[in-house]
């Protein structure tokens, strides 16, 4: 913009006002040598910067003696836009200036989050003042739906592990209430709790006291056992939701894709994995 600023030096800017500023009006401020395009879009207002004296020439409509002189405050009011499509053609750039020169890199996409209101229609000599760069990544809807999804899976599949584990506490103290219970026997049953040591006479004269204390037993074994069964199904349920759960957290910052088997377990549990990558 130092080329711009010799010329605008021995021109003459008339002031405006942001009430004043028209469509495609060129604008710069008093303090500054950068000249704006304006344009106005479905209610928004912005400004694109105008890289050289060559490009601004190429408008044959742009004139310099029509350069505008606003405030800071006013020139505030536009939001600056670095998008642009070449005239004739679908694709849109984001552009950098850098003094009288500056970078362009294709957009990968514009169907989300783009703000396709703030694109600027360039020609050819203006589009070629810029350097290309390359393409440049922008999360395209499907890709954000795509996260939506993996981000949506991953509440479910933290919620769940979240209640497994609670499941896991339950059944912990179960056990021990079970063991603790086992114990107790011991000191209940204390005149029979050596049976197995006694004489004949001695176990037939306390068979009932023995019955029950073999019988409290066997109960809290079984219930141990399947205590113990329960709590091995919940433990290898959470070991393999955590895995899972790393993996969606991969698919969602790296687009590593779930394997098939852990997507049909996740649906064995009711979730459904509805993720296409």
């Not at 000249?35 to 601004?56: D, E, S, T, W």
């Not at 919620?159 to 021990?176: A, G």
């Not at 091995?232 to 759960?245: C, G, M, N, P, Q």
Request: charged residues 25%; without cysteine.
């Amino acid at each position: 913009m130092k080329k711009l600023l010799l010329v605008l030096s021995i021109l003459i800017s008339f002031p405006a006002s942001a009430s004043t500023i028209p469509e495609g009006a060129i604008v710069k401020t008093s303090s500054s040598p950068d000249v704006y395009i304006v344009k106005y879009n479905n209610g928004k207002q912005y400004k694109r910067l105008v890289l050289n004296p060559a490009v601004f020439k190429s408008y044959g409509h742009l004139k310099w003696e029509n350069i505008l002189t606003i405030s800071q405050t006013e020139m505030d009011l536009f939001t600056t836009s670095n998008l642009v499509r070449i005239d004739g053609t679908n694709n849109v750039y984001e552009l950098s200036p850098s003094g009288d020169t500056g970078l362009k890199q294709k957009l990968s996409s514009t169907d989300y989050g783009i703000d396709l209101n703030s694109v600027y229609t360039i020609n050819s000599t203006d589009f070629n003042n810029y350097t290309d760069n390359g393409i440049k990544h922008v999360i395209s809807r499907s890709e954000f739906q795509e996260m939506e999804t993996g981000n949506n899976l991953k509440a479910k599949v933290a919620e769940l592990l979240e209640n497994y584990n609670s499941d896991l506490k339950v059944l912990d103290n179960k056990i021990n209430k079970n063991r603790s219970d086992y114990k107790q026997l011991d000191v209940t049953y204390s005149d029979v709790k050596d049976y197995k040591k006694m004489t004949v006479t001695e176990y037939y004269a306390r068979s009932k006291r023995i019955s029950e204390y073999i019988y409290a037993q066997n109960v809290l074994d079984i219930s141990y056992k399947d205590l113990e069964s329960q709590r091995e199904l919940v433990a290898d349920k959470i070991k393999r939701l955590t895995i899972i759960f790393a993996e969606i957290e991969d698919y969602i910052n790296k687009g590593i894709s779930i394997p098939a088997a852990d997507k049909i377990y996740l649906s064995d549990l009711g979730i459904n994995s509805n993720i296409n990558i």
